[in-house]
């Protein structure tokens, strides 16, 4: 096919919905660029936007390029290509984490996930506010689940007691971030202080969230702070409905499809107007996110933690802006 099939605007959407996608404290660790002889995409990391204390092993930033790679599939797909994806395909060129290779016109509907999807990529935010406590229709838990599975990881809905346990874990986890001299520095490096100032990545403090008033849902404090009494505190939902999204592998490949089957859940989420939160702090010390293993009926890596609720949208985080550009890289 030649690369003047495509059309430069059908591109810069693909791509404008690709950036959209969650990452880590928004560091947007990924880059895009074009193979125009084959018309394809190549999603690369960007390592200088990892984190090396919260993320050493770069975990979470294949999670955050796998969530971004759905996004591109959903948005190839919605305007009417067939499209090739490959994960980790040069083992050579270790930043090349997954390329997208669009072979052509769909004749038909492109088929793995529900058409609608497209338009909830840019309605999906995280919203770190208490929800109203209203559970969830089970026929949506089993949609959920299915969507983790179609791309190849496992969704469960713990019991109200594990719930708890995992729940435990997290603040423990939450803890040791506060007083871990080295990841609090990593995190407020990422926080916009300033409500004007004019940058592309990291977090506004309207997009942090209160903290919870009964000390039940251990909500991420990206400030750090080690008194908790100076943080803004309200009630939070009693019963949080959590799903705990896992692999049955722990490789490179299996991150980046963690990464894909999150996007995929928290749109077909967006869709039912359901918000999500995401708490990713056990996965960040090796013994506790070991400890997620343990969940009964359990089997594989515990790869995120995810809350579920009805209740406030979640505010937009700002995005780097996606310009085809005429050399052969954009971001």
């Not at 990391?45 to 930033?61: I, N, Q, S, Y």
């Not at 309605?123 to 026929?139: D, E, I, K, W, Y």
């Not at 909500?219 to 939070?236: I, V």
Request: aromatic share 6%; proline share 9%.
């Amino acid at each position: 096919m030649r690369s003047t099939a495509v059309d430069a605007s059908l591109l810069e959407a693909c791509l404008t919905a690709a950036i959209a996608a969650p990452s880590i404290f928004n560091t947007q660790p990924w880059r895009f660029r074009l193979a125009p002889e084959t018309v394809t995409l190549q999603v690369r990391a960007a390592p200088e936007r990892g984190l090396r204390h919260v993320d050493p092993t770069g975990r979470a930033l294949h999670l955050s390029v796998g969530a971004s790679v759905f996004n591109l599939r959903v948005a190839v797909a919605h305007f009417g290509w067939h499209a090739v994806t490959r994960l980790l395909p040069s083992p050579d060129d270790p930043e090349l984490l997954a390329t997208v290779r669009l072979t052509g016109p769909a004749s038909r509907p492109a088929t793995g996930h529900r058409g609608d999807l497209y338009e909830a990529i840019g309605r999906r935010h995280s919203s770190r506010f208490p929800f109203s406590g209203r559970p969830l229709p089970p026929q949506l838990c089993a949609e959920l689940t299915e969507a983790a599975h179609t791309e190849g990881a496992l969704l469960t809905f713990p019991a109200v007691a594990e719930t708890d346990r995992l729940l435990r874990v997290t603040a423990e986890a939450e803890h040791r971030n506060r007083t871990d001299h080295d990841r609090g520095a990593e995190s407020r490096r990422w926080i916009h202080r300033d409500p004007d100032a004019l940058t592309d990545v990291g977090l506004p403090q309207t997009a942090l969230g209160p903290q919870d008033a009964h000390e039940r849902l251990p909500m991420r404090d990206f400030t750090a702070q080690r008194h908790t009494e100076r943080l803004a505190a309200r009630p939070f939902e009693t019963k949080p409905v959590m799903a705990l999204l896992t692999t049955e592998h722990d490789r490179r490949a299996d991150w980046l499809r963690a990464g894909q089957a999150l996007q995929h859940l928290l749109l077909v989420a967006t869709v039912h107007g359901v918000r999500t939160s995401l708490l990713h702090q056990p996965m960040e010390w090796p013994d506790l996110r070991r400890s997620l293993s343990s969940t009964p009926g359990l089997m594989g890596h515990p790869q995120m933690l995810i809350r579920l609720g009805y209740g406030p949208d979640g505010p937009a985080t700002p995005r780097r802006v996606a310009l085809l550009d005429t050399g052969p890289e954009f971001t």
